[in-house]
């Protein structure tokens, strides 16, 4: 049983560049979220989802898409970097009526 | 809106001591309130929840919890710290929706380091 699965674990972009995340999980989970980490920042929602097809934006969506074809899939994509976009980011999911997520492990993005 | 604020970006303790995270919310409606710990390069994994069944919550590796509705606390504590909590801890919160997204707002986190 695998969980969250992340990739890449490390990126590197250059401004303007576009790229996607990916972030998978094997438990059937229903809702699904990306946040992102900054120092002293706590984590920030960016999109969740609560099933297939159905998305909405969180706190700080700007600069982000997402979409959720499949209930195991849900990548994050940054349309043009920016060094604002430097940061962690942990896709987690949990399954509805049970609280608590479960998190990846993370991707380490830079833009440079 | 929903926040969370955690005393202290930073706590050390001795091994062996007393280990004493805390956390205050605010919320409108009694909450859910969670804590999460993170190691150096992992992911978050979830410690303890408060869901209303009962106002001492116990976790994973002897960490508890008690809700305090008076005092809007949620503050997490271990008897006898051990090296191995050397991490970052975030309180969390949450709406008692049933049947609607939990959109969970973490807190700043606390780095907790374990002096031998």
């Known amino acids: 049983n695998a969980g969250v699965t992340q990739t890449p674990k490390f990126q590197v972009l250059k401004t303007g560049q576009s790229m996607t995340l990916q972030c998978a999980q094997d438990?059937?989970?229903?809702?699904m979220s990306w946040y992102r980490q900054d120092p002293g920042m706590g984590l920030r929602l960016i999109h969740y989802?609560?099933?297939?097809?159905?998305?909405d934006q969180g706190e700080v969506p700007n600069g982000y898409n997402v979409s959720r074809s499949t209930t195991e899939d849900f990548p994050l994509r940054l349309l043009s970097a920016a060094p604002s976009q430097t940061s962690v980011y942990f896709c987690?999911?949990?399954?509805?009526?049970?609280?608590?997520?479960?998190f990846g492990s993370g991707t380490r993005l830079t833009v440079v | 809106a929903q926040s969370v604020t955690q005393l202290g970006s930073h706590v050390s303790v001795s091994e062996g001591a007393l280990v004493l995270l805390r956390c205050n919310y605010s919320?409108?409606?009694?909450?859910?309130l969670f804590w999460y710990v993170q190691y150096p390069n992992q992911g978050l994994q979830l410690l303890l929840k408060?869901?209303?069944?009962?106002?001492l919550v116990k976790g994973i590796n002897g960490f508890e919890a008690e809700f305090k509705k008076s005092e809007t606390s949620f503050h997490l504590t271990k008897p006898s710290a051990h090296m191995s909590d050397a991490a970052e801890y975030f309180c969390?919160?949450?709406?008692?929706?049933?049947?609607?997204?939990?959109?969970?707002?973490f807190g700043p986190g606390t780095s907790l380091s374990v002096i031998p």
């Open positions: 989802s609560v099933g297939a097809g159905i998305t």
């Open positions: 408060y869901t209303s069944a009962a106002t």
């Open positions: 438990m059937n989970h229903e809702y």
């Open positions: 919320s409108s409606v009694p909450p859910y």
């Open positions: 987690a999911s949990s399954r509805a009526g049970v609280r608590g997520y479960t």
């Open positions: 969390a919160v949450s709406d008692q929706g049933e049947t609607s997204y939990d959109k969970v707002i």
